[in-house]
């Protein structure tokens, strides 16, 4: 119900946003005349500066800076970052309700020290200078955010922000902050971002946009829509403004995909049967062939041998949907007062379907019989004793389909208000709610299984590891060779398994509610002093559902179906090139026969969901923050000298308080039913300094330093000290929180020197430091699950043994270590060429980043070991390049932007001491064609290398996880303004 109100209030204020916009049509020949542009705020080198993130702009009056193009948004962007006293990166949009890319992350990634990851073919999150999503704050309209949502990358449940959950055409400019202020909210290592969308008052009189695109990708061979359109105008001698606008696009989704399930060793799950001769066992042998036999099975069963837990190949098939609106009412009843109410919706739908076909013996234990009832017959090794050639017999088979539909809804409103009492004294203020509803109800997966196949090899020598050939040992398209039905012990086998039936729903809800309010009083024209104290609340909470009875052991098949009737042939992997013995088209379940024969959505009898079935219990948690904040800061600008120097110092106090909510396991003696409903409380301090500082020698030579304090939060999820216990398939794991965390904290230093010897060009280089002193690790092995110390009831329906190995992880604080690096800007319109040659220009950035992280791999004191990596989602290495040509009516650029290999995962599952992801390099282009003042015609391509998304394990051997292929894209526009 409040999810409902929230909604039709925000379409109650885009629509009287929309019809106040319109309402001026017929007296928009009254405006000024002006070119049609957007507006970005004057560069002044007043005390304050234009570097402070919750200044109010002086001047209330509308005044219309024309910036049109990527080179006059290139330009506008570097008189930004000149004025700013801390070291701020801006990215402008080039018109009216066009921002550079399609993409959020992908703009911001033009930034020096900015990588982006990508998930289902789109920019999702941002790492700035080394440091991953959850360091970074995002701020909507000068309010802190979160949205977040789910993909092949897996769901959000941190402090990380999802920017795919947004088109770019509600916004008009983006800031990234590298340095902190007194007066920006605490809680990032990395940056802080400003997004802002468009306002009336950046125009002048009436002003409309519509744009609309064909988006093709070479993988889906499908066209999809894209369209936007903004609508703004002002009135009574430009005191109100009123603005709507709204983007919508539509996208295919071919994802292609091979996949090792990781790597494990030889003894790992219970190791692999040990060949027999003449005892009639099913892994007896001739006598002939034991000698060998025994040797390769002694061969595979070493620790040093690794090979694929289930190596398979994975189509995906489905859709994206994106709607965004956004309002804004404005209000200056004199030069003095400004007051604006901002309105911000959207939703980001997916839906999709998978096709896996595996082996998944390789991943189950005896209790499951699966790899101990296994017979190793041939096997080959590399020089790293990686398995590149495998004969099984008695392998377990499956073949899977799933349904992922999710939607993230976003809503922001936020109310500001300046007033000015005099030319010294003056207050702003912020009032602010915004939600990110996650809703996955359909996260569902059906499975048909064969048992103790033999025959089955996977032979990565022809193509290599990313395009393994497979061999399944039987006709996978002949559905009589498959079985749903209750779990099955074979003859001589070590334990039941077979087939399940997953629904999983989950959900994750984020609000934030914040008032701020700040004063500043100019003493003289060379300092001023501002002072400022926020409250923000932040409630955190998931939801999530498993079937009460379990997931495995489902009846037989009903009276009236069939294996044949309940399952169909699927075909795919067109784009992988996969070796000619591996097969494209396979039998697998068809969900809506799945669902009518079992009532998988019936939520009773055999089907019903519970949320505290122990599974799913730890998945159910909660935690509200609320912080309290003040800060005091004084801006100067002086003349040493004959050098100006300017900047800010000042100091921020925040109080955190955390409560956390969650079930915690107990005696039955404590609680008949096993598990209470916990909640804990803490609360903790920090005292930030902050110094930015700029000394300008001459007119076109700046030289910055800046130092802080800084601290950021641990991700809502981990405080949470709730135990999970999930078994899927042939992934098992237990993982629990603690509510006890510090946060992450850390000393920060910067020194920078920048050149601009013209207008729109920079040389700039800069160094930074950061001293984290204390910093959040996940402590990851691998043990039997009775070495947990759990109760053995937690296991119940989820037919596996105690002593089945499971993935243990718990998160817990570290000591940190040192993060170093530099960063090289260098941008320029080549105006020095031939004439012919005008037009062309140039930006490119490099970035270096080191850090030294010892993360805990056995945290037994009689143990004790530690590795030293860098940080998690840090890339030694990024760089990104443009060339742009803009003559007359002809605009054109092509780009090339390089992320080095990161990190996922310290240390790295199944003994192996990292996880990871491999470089990438993409390339996009795009060009343009201006009919006349109110017609362009546009052509963009992005990825037009077809770059692959490769993740790995292990530093030394990069034993492949995931190889995935998303295809190039292609957008056909059209845009008009007026």
């Excluded at 070796?579 to 959505?601: G, K, L, R, S």
């Excluded at 599974?615 to 005091?632: A, I, L, T």
């Excluded at 925040?654 to 915690?664: C, P, R």
């Amino acid at each position: 119900m409040i999810n409902g109100i929230q909604r039709r209030l925000a379409v109650s204020v885009s629509g009287f946003a929309l019809l106040a916009a319109l309402g001026g049509v017929a007296h928009a020949d009254e405006a000024i005349a002006t070119s049609g542009g957007i507006a970005a705020p004057i560069a002044t080198a007043g005390v304050a500066g234009l570097g402070q993130a919750a200044a109010p702009v002086e001047d209330t009056a509308v005044t219309e800076v024309v910036v049109t193009g990527f080179r006059n948004s290139l330009q506008r962007a570097l008189e930004l970052k000149r004025t700013n006293t801390g070291v701020v990166d801006s990215i402008l949009a080039e018109d009216i309700a066009k921002f550079p890319d399609n993409n959020l992350a992908e703009s911001i990634q033009r930034i020096p020290g900015v990588a982006i990851s990508r998930d289902q073919g789109e920019g999702r999150a941002l790492s700035v200078r080394g440091l991953g999503p959850d360091f970074t704050r995002v701020r909507i309209n000068g309010m802190e955010a979160q949205a977040s949502t789910d993909g092949y990358n897996g769901a959000n449940r941190g402090r990380g922000f999802d920017f795919n959950v947004f088109a770019s055409e509600l916004f008009n400019r983006i800031d990234v902050r590298k340095t902190p202020s007194a007066d920006t909210e605490e809680g990032s290592l990395g940056a802080t971002v400003d997004l802002v969308t468009a306002h009336p008052f950046d125009y002048k009189g009436f002003k409309l946009a519509a744009s609309a695109q064909a988006g093709y990708n070479t993988q889906t061979e499908k066209t999809r829509p894209r369209m936007a359109l903004l609508v703004s105008n002002t009135f009574a001698d430009d005191k109100l403004g009123a603005l709507f606008s709204v983007a919508y696009s539509k996208t295919a989704v071919n994802f292609q995909q091979s996949s090792s399930g990781l790597w494990t060793n030889g003894p790992s799950d219970g190791g692999w049967c040990r060949p027999t001769t003449g005892t009639g066992g099913i892994c007896d042998v001739s006598a002939a062939e034991l000698p060998r036999a025994t040797e390769l099975y002694n061969l595979a069963s070493a620790s040093s041998t690794y090979y694929p837990r289930f190596m398979r190949y994975v189509q995906g098939l489905g859709k994206t949907e994106r709607l965004g609106l956004t309002s804004s009412l404005q209000w200056a009843p004199s030069d003095n007062t400004k007051v604006t109410l901002d309105g911000l919706f959207s939703r980001y739908k997916v839906s999709r379907d998978d096709w896996p076909i595996e082996a998944i013996g390789f991943s189950r234990a005896a209790s499951q019989g699966g790899k101990p009832e296994m017979l190793v017959r041939d096997l080959i090794l590399d020089s790293n004793n990686t398995m590149v050639y495998g004969l099984f017999d008695n392998v377990d088979m499956r073949s899977e389909h799933n349904r992922d539909e999710f939607s993230t809804d976003f809503g922001q409103w936020t109310l500001t208000g300046e007033h000015k009492f005099s030319d010294k004294f003056s207050i702003d203020g912020v009032v602010g709610y915004s939600f990110s509803d996650f809703d996955n109800f359909n996260d569902l997966s059906t499975q048909i299984d064969r048992f103790n196949v033999d025959g089955y090899s996977v032979d990565t020598r022809p193509q290599g590891q990313y395009r393994p050939a497979i061999n399944f040992g039987f006709d996978v398209t002949n559905p009589a060779l498959w079985y749903f039905g209750p779990t099955v012990t074979q003859p001589g086998g070590t334990g039941p398994t077979g087939p399940e039936i997953r629904l999983r729903p989950n959900y994750t809800n984020n609000t934030y509610k914040t008032v701020q309010i700040n004063g500043k009083y100019a003493l003289n024209d060379s300092l001023t002093i501002r002072a400022g104290a926020a409250w923000k609340q932040y409630d955190f909470s998931t939801q999530s559902y498993r079937y009460a009875l379990g997931e495995a052991n489902f009846p037989a098949i009903p009276s009236g179906y069939t294996i044949q009737t309940l399952t169909e042939q699927f075909c795919g992997l067109g784009k992988m090139n996969v070796p000619a013995a591996t097969p494209t088209c396979w039998t697998t379940p068809n969900i809506e026969a799945f669902a009518a024969a079992y009532n998988i959505y019936g939520n009773t009898g055999r089907t019903a969901l519970s949320q505290t079935v122990s599974s799913v219990r730890g998945e159910n948690r909660s935690v509200e923050e609320e912080n309290k904040n003040g800060y005091v800061m004084a801006n100067f600008d002086h003349d040493v000298g004959g050098w100006r120097v300017r900047g800010d110092i000042g100091v921020r106090h925040v109080q955190t308080e955390q409560t956390s909510s969650f079930y915690t396991n107990v005696p039955t003696t404590v609680n008949a039913s096993g598990f209470v409903y916990t909640t804990v409380k803490r609360k903790y301090d920090d005292t930030l300094p902050s110094l930015n500082l700029v000394v300008e020698p001459t007119d076109n030579l700046l030289l910055r330093f800046a130092a802080a304090k800084v601290m950021a939060r641990p991700a809502l999820s981990a405080l949470a000290a709730a135990t999970s216990v999930s078994v899927a398939g042939g992934s098992r794991s237990v993982s629990t929180g603690n509510v006890n965390l510090e946060p992450y904290r850390a000393k920060t230093l910067d020194v920078s020197v920048e050149w601009y010897p013209k207008s729109g060009t920079i040389v700039s280089a800069g160094f930074f430091y950061k001293d984290i002193s204390t910093y959040v690790q996940t402590l990851t092995r691998i043990q039997p699950y009775s070495a947990t110390g759990l109760p053995v009831s937690l296991l119940e329906g989820t037919g596996v043994g105690p002593n089945d190995e499971f993935s243990v992880t718990n998160v817990v604080n570290t000591d940190g270590g040192p993060l170093k690096g530099f960063e090289l800007n260098y941008q320029q319109p080549l105006d020095f060429l031939p004439d012919m040659f005008r037009g062309f220009g140039i930006l490119a950035n490099y970035t270096y980043v080191d850090s030294s992280i010892d993360y805990i791999l056995d945290p037994n004191p009689a143990t004790y070991r530690v590795v030293n990596e860098s940080l998690l989602n840090l890339s030694k290495h990024a760089a990104n390049a443009t060339l742009y040509y803009e003559r007359g009516p002809l605009q054109a650029r092509v780009s090339v932007n390089y992320r080095d290999k990161y990190l996922t995962a310290v240390p790295g599952r199944y003994g192996q001491d990292v996880q990871g992801t491999l470089a990438t390099t993409f390339f996009d282009a795009s060009t343009s064609y201006k009919i006349n003042d109110k017609l362009t015609v546009s052509l963009e391509a992005l990825n037009l290398s077809n770059e692959k998304d490769i993740s790995y394990i292990d530093s030394k051997t990069q034993r492949f996880e995931n190889y995935r292929v998303a295809g190039r894209q292609f957008f056909l526009g059209v845009r008009y303004t007026y």
